[in-house]
């Protein structure tokens, strides 16, 4: 089957570092993304993994190990508008014309 | 611009209606997806067109049907026999099936009264 596990939810304070999991279990696995999503919006791109390691962009970086079925999102020096959800999505096979599963979202809450 | 739209952004009907709500993209994009979201739940795909005059269920289609005879547009019926379709409709682009991220339109939130 298909799973894929985050945490509900989250809080952290303004300034610090913050660490979100994701952990995966699919037929096939042609990369990672993470999206971050505010209320009410259409999630946006973050970070896309394919190979094991960390990718750096900015103040987030993401982490993926393919023998784990690990990937984690990082995001330093935290800001009140980084308050959102944040998706695992995990690209299936080519068998399943590489559609996106995601997971069901981590909501962080940032706090002054 | 480039980019997704969906219209409109809230979208009220009575039980027993079908209602086809828009996307429509400007990127070029051959694939175009459609997914359903509902409250501390993840997307659910429910229909994607890989190319222009075909498409392939998603996880979730029944109740739903869609056409693609247009690159541009996708849009999605929700039908009288979807028992559940009040939930938060996204629409979503990427240029091929491979490894392309996709970019997501506005969203439609349908209430169903």
């Known amino acids: 089957g298909q799973n894929i596990d985050q945490p509900t939810e989250m809080t952290a304070t303004e300034g610090a570092i913050v660490q979100i999991n994701c952990t995966y279990q699919?037929?096939?696995?042609?990369?990672l993304f993470w999206y971050q999503q505010h209320a009410g919006e259409a999630p946006t791109f973050l970070s896309y993994?394919?190979?094991?390691g960390l990718e750096e962009k900015g103040r987030f970086s993401s982490f993926l190990s393919r023998s784990k079925g690990y990937s984690y999102l990082l995001l330093k020096e935290l800001q009140m508008k980084d308050s959102a959800s944040y998706l695992c999505?995990?690209?299936?096979?080519?068998?399943?014309?590489?559609?996106?599963?995601f997971g069901s979202g981590t909501r962080l809450l940032v706090r002054p | 611009d480039g980019g997704i739209t969906q219209s409109p952004k809230y979208l009220f009907r009575k039980e027993g209606q079908n209602v086809t709500l828009s996307c429509e993209q400007n990127?070029?994009?051959?694939?175009m997806y459609w997914y359903r979201q509902d409250p501390g739940q993840g997307l659910r795909l429910i229909y994607y067109?890989?190319?222009?005059?075909?498409?392939q269920k998603g996880d979730i289609a029944e109740g739903y049907s869609v056409s693609r005879e247009k690159k541009e547009s996708f849009p999605l019926t929700v039908t009288s026999a979807q028992k559940n379709p009040t939930a938060f409709y996204l629409c979503?682009?990427?240029?091929?099936?491979?490894?392309?991220?996709?970019?997501f339109g506005p969203g439609t939130r349908l209430t169903v009264l």
């Open positions: 979503a682009s990427s240029p091929g099936q491979g490894v392309d991220e996709q970019f």
């Open positions: 699919t037929s096939g696995f042609n990369g």
């Open positions: 993994n394919v190979l094991d």
């Open positions: 999505a995990v690209r299936g096979a080519v068998d399943s014309s590489y559609k996106l599963i």
């Open positions: 990127l070029n994009h051959d694939a």
């Open positions: 067109s890989q190319i222009v005059n075909d498409f």
